[in-house]
C-alpha cells in the first residue's frame, strides 16, 4: 500500500521478558523512523491525526502500549514504566529497529523520558509531550482514587459509570475532584469523539489500571535528572499538565525544557526537535511471525485496504474457517477455532467493516455474496487453496455462499445456529431487528445497546419480550458474553445492522438447495436457533444435525467425525 496511508499490522515477539506476545501497531509515512507511544487508556489510534501530520517528514510507527487496544498484555498485575520501556524496546526487536526517535504523549511521554534513561542507545531523542510530575501527596491521592476497578455488571451500569467517568476527566483533572481548582477549561467533546475513547477502554478492560498506575507511580522528577538521551519535555497551553513543566528541577543536560503553545505549535515544537537529531532510516517491513499453540493475528492486505485475521498452523491438513457472525469479529469464535488447534490449520477473518477490518465492500452494498468474495480475495495471502467450513449464525451464509461460488474450494460445510426463517419472520427481523444506535451526549445508547445484546439470551425475537417469545432453553446472559458483544456491536461502526440485514434478505432454502457439498446443520442445546436449525435438518435429509456442547471450545472434538479429523 501506498506510505502516505496509515496501515495496521502485527510485530511478534517470539521470545521476550513475558513470553511470547504480539504487539499491534500502525504505520505510515516516508523517511526517517519516528515511533509514537499514545496516551491511556486509549490506543495508536489516538496517533492517527500526529501521524497524519508527520507522515511526509518521517516514518511514523504507533503500537498499542502492552494491554491496551489489540496488543497482548506483559500478564502481570503490576508493571513500572520501566517495564513498559523494555516492553518497548522488546517491539523494535521484533522489527529490526536497532535505533529510532520516539515521541510520546501523556502516558506515552513518560514512555518516551524511561526509554531515555534506560536505553539511550537505542534512541536518537526522545519527544515528552504532556508530562506528568506528581508530589508524593498527589501521587498517593490519585493511586488510591484515580483508579477503581472495571467490572462489567450484569445490568449493563459499569457502562453508565464508564461514560460519566470518560466525561468527567475533560471536566475536572483528576476526575474525582469536584473542586473549582481542579476545573478545567476544555470544550465537551461531541459524543461520537467521546465513545471512541470509551470503545478504547472497554478495550483494554480493567487493564486500563496497569498502564495508568505505571505512569502515576513513576518519579517523573528523578528521571528527568536520569535521562542520558536528548529529551525534550513540554505540555501545549492548554494541557492540564502544562503547570507541571514548573516542577523540574535540576534537569540533565541532555534535557530541554520548553513550554509549548497550541497543541499544532506543540505538535510543530516536537517535530522540529526530533528532525534536528537526525533519525536514523526505517528498517525493512518485517511479516509476522506465527506463535505455537495459540491463535496469534495478522492483517492481510485485499483489494481496498485490510482484513484482520487470527490463524493457527500447528497442524497439518486442510484448513478450516471459522466465521463470526453479524455481530462479532474473530474473537467471538476464538473459543470455537482454538478447538482446532493441533487438529487442523484453523483461520478466524473478520469480515469487511467488523472486529477492525476495514470495510472493502462496495459502499451501499453489503450482501453476503460481498462478504464471500472478500473471504476470497484473502485466501492467497493465506495461502489456501481449499477448505473446511465453520460459521456461526449469519457467518454460515458466508460458507455457503463461498460454495456456491468456488464449489471446488469449500470439501465440507458446517452450518450452526442457522436463520432458516419463513419470509414473514425474515420481513419482521428486517424491519425491527437492527435499530440503528448511535452515541447521544448522556450516554443512553450504551444502555440500549446492552439490553439488546442481553435481551438476544432472553427473547426471541429479542425486541419480542412477551411471554410467547421468552426462551425456554438454558440461559445464556453471561456478564462477560454480553459485555463483548457490545464492543463487538460498536466498533463494528454500523456494519453490524448492515450485516443483519444481508442475512435476513439472503434466500437461504434455495441456496441449500443447490449446495452440492457435504454439509452439517449443528447448534448446542442453549441457542435459541435451535429448533429451525433442527427443521432445517429434516428439510434436507441427506445432511445431519449434530447436537454441539454448550461450550464452544469442544466443538472442534464433536465435529470430528463430520469433518474427517
Known sequence: MASNVITRHFATIEQGRWGPRQVHYRKAGKGPLVILFHQSPLSSRDMIATMELWKDDFTCIAPDTPGFGLSDPLGVPRAEMSDYAEAAVEFMDALGIEKAAVYGFHTGAMVSAALAVAYPERIVCAAANGYVILTEQERAAIVENYLPAYEPKWDGSHLTWLWARMREQLIFFPWYAKTLAERLDYDIPPPAHLHAGLLDFMRSGDHYRVGYRAAFTMHSDHALQQAKAPLLVTASSTDVLAKDLGRVRRPSPKVTVTPGGTGPETLELCRDFLRRHKPTAAPKPVPTKALPCRMWQQYIDVPGGQLRVRRNDDATGRPVLVQHDAAGSSEVVEALARGFIGRRPVIAINLPGHGESDNVLPKGKVTVTGYAKAVLAALPALGVKEFDFVGTWGGGLVGLELALLEPARVRKLVLADMLYFDDKLRKDLAANYTPDIQ????????????????????????????????????????????????LELFRSNGMWRQAYQAHFAYPLKSKLAKAKLPMAFVAPSWDPQLAVTQQAARDFPKNPFIAMPDDMAKWAGALAEFLGD
Open 439 to 486: 452515541p447521544v451526549w448522556h450516554g443512553g445508547h450504551l444502555l440500549e445497546a446492552w439490553h439488546l445484546m442481553r435481551d438476544q439470551g432472553l427473547f426471541w425475537p429479542w425486541y419480542d419480550r412477551t411471554r410467547k417469545g421468552a426462551i425456554r432453553q438454558p440461559i445464556n446472559v453471561d456478564t462477560q458474553m454480553v459485555n463483548r458483544r457490545v
